[in-house]
């Protein structure tokens, strides 16, 4: 099978969907995030799938951005890059939480709950350094990044509208998130994984993509848009 941008994109689709599912599904198991927990076969499963999930989640909106790069401009620009980010500093953080909490967490119970605590919104003395300001520059970069991105898409008209529609009020809702106690906030993750999915299975879906189509280019005036099968 030759590989060309055209299947790299599409693929790239599978991985939005997949990431975009683990989101709601993560958010349904995920274990309270209490020092107790962080020893258990759930807290390693969840957190093994939250790291896959990081993962897929850059892949997909990569080629979610790729789709569209000709028509996205610098709103999709740069919602791309922080939205890639926030999964990139996800991945990091739940590498932490998957590998390095369970091994230290006879050893240095207070260091784990206040590690615990920056994301669960408690407050746990312990000596952090500068990890409690990065929530709050994650959430930045998700509100922001999900936001022009959505835009970006809306305005390129190249995936279904809805999904753009879903991604940037999903990630404008996470701001309500105060409104609601932890872990109830959860159900705000569930637009955001309809909408990852929905861009996903757009790309994963087509069937007749041209490399000019692939990048979001337009045809010109007057010629109806024909492409060619992958």
């Not at 990569?62 to 980010?85: D, E, K, M, P």
């Not at 739940?94 to 994301?119: H, N, Q, W």
């Not at 994650?138 to 922001?144: A, I, N």
């Not at 991105?149 to 990630?171: E, H, Q, S, Y």
Request: proline residues 5%; aromatic residues 10%.
């Amino acid at each position: 099978m030759k590989i060309t941008a055209c299947r790299v994109i599409r693929w790239s689709g599978l991985s939005a969907i997949l990431a975009g599912i683990l989101f709601i599904v993560i958010q349904a198991i995920h274990p309270p995030e209490i020092l107790s927990s962080v020893t258990t076969k759930a807290w390693a499963i969840v957190h093994y799938l939250t790291l896959a999930m990081s993962l897929l989640g850059l892949l997909g909106i990569t080629g979610i951005y790729a789709r569209q790069v000709n028509r996205a401009g610098w709103i999709g620009l740069s919602g791309f890059l922080l939205f890639g980010l926030f999964w990139t500093a996800t991945a990091a953080f739940t590498f932490v939480e998957a590998f390095v909490l369970p091994v230290i967490a006879a050893d240095a119970p207070k260091f784990v709950e206040g590690y615990l605590g920056i994301f669960a919104g408690s407050h746990v003395v312990s000596n952090l350094g500068h990890l409690p300001g990065v929530a709050p520059v994650g959430g930045v970069l998700y509100v922001l990044g999900g936001l022009l991105l959505g835009a970006a898409t809306f305005r390129a008209g190249i995936l279904p509208r809805w999904t753009a529609v879903l991604l940037a009020c999903a990630a404008v809702s996470t701001l309500a998130s105060s409104l609601l106690p932890h872990p109830m906030d959860r159900v705000l993750a569930l637009p955001m994984g309809l909408a990852l999915a929905g861009m996903g299975y757009a790309i994963w879906s087509e069937r007749r993509i041209d490399s000019s189509a692939a990048a979001g280019s337009t045809q010109p005036r007057g010629r109806k848009h024909e492409s060619h099968r992958i």
